[in-house]
């Protein structure tokens, strides 16, 4: 299985800041993806980050409030743009192994004031 | 109505008890089944992967997928406080689309 390292564990940001959440992965992986996780709800998927690629965004996110970078098949982050209390959520990053099966970080607590 | 309906509980069990979730869907083409454990500040851990119908078992835990009725279940026997998590089910098509249970969170109680 793949280990996912993800930071910040968890943040408290002003309204209309942003934030980086930085995940790396132990192997080389093609893709990885991004979810919000909000309280009650199933785990959304936000996009999925192809290293080399733009991103691929799902129905209601797009590139300027939630920019992906994917520098290297390892490496990936997420920022949280201009955010508002909206936006409070679990963000959590993922990868599939080799087996196909889908790996999750330990997720960013993010609340924004 | 969502693709994948999962009660949200709270389950509370007593320790040694067999625990029961389930997860009900909507679109026949999901072929992987998969359950995924998530305690309080960490992110999903897969505890169970399963391809269309049938059991499979693991130690405790026991998975079962009935797509004739569009069902699946993981059951817990001999369950211990350990095992108090949110339960997420998920499932795929053959394909990376993903989609997953709003979570069963379940305590067990010493």
């Known amino acids: 299985s793949a280990v996912i390292s993800q930071k910040p564990s968890r943040d408290i940001c002003q309204r209309g800041t942003s934030l980086t959440i930085q995940c790396q992965v132990d192997?080389?992986?093609?893709?990885m993806f991004w979810y919000r996780q909000q309280p009650g709800q199933s785990l959304t998927l936000i996009a999925t980050?192809?290293?080399?690629?733009?991103?691929?965004?799902e129905s209601g996110f797009v590139i300027d409030k939630f920019p992906i970078s994917r520098p290297n098949l390892t490496f990936s982050t997420l920022t949280v743009s201009n955010m508002s209390p909206e936006d409070s959520s679990i963000y959590l990053c993922?990868?599939?192994?080799?087996?196909?099966?889908?790996?999750f970080g330990s997720g960013t607590q993010l609340s924004v004031l | 109505q969502k693709e994948v309906e999962q009660d949200p509980g709270p389950l509370s069990v007593p320790e040694g008890a067999i625990v029961s979730l389930n997860c009900t869907y909507s679109?026949?083409?999901?072929?992987?089944f998969m359950w995924y454990r998530q305690y309080s500040r960490k992110g999903p851990e897969l505890l169970m992967y399963?391809?269309?119908?049938g059991n499979k078992e693991d130690g405790r835990f026991t998975a079962q997928v009935d797509k004739s009725s569009k069902y699946i279940s993981l059951f817990i026997r001999d369950s211990q406080p350990s095992d108090s998590a949110t339960y997420l089910c998920?499932?795929?098509?053959?394909?990376?689309?993903?989609?997953f249970g709003a979570g069963t969170r379940l305590t067990v109680k010493p």
């Open positions: 993922s990868s599939k192994a080799t087996n196909e099966k889908l790996f």
């Open positions: 192997s080389q992986v093609t893709m």
């Open positions: 980050a192809n290293q080399g690629s733009e991103a691929t965004y």
């Open positions: 679109n026949s083409a999901f072929q992987y």
């Open positions: 399963t391809y269309s119908s």
């Open positions: 998920a499932m795929r098509k053959n394909n990376n689309d993903m989609r």
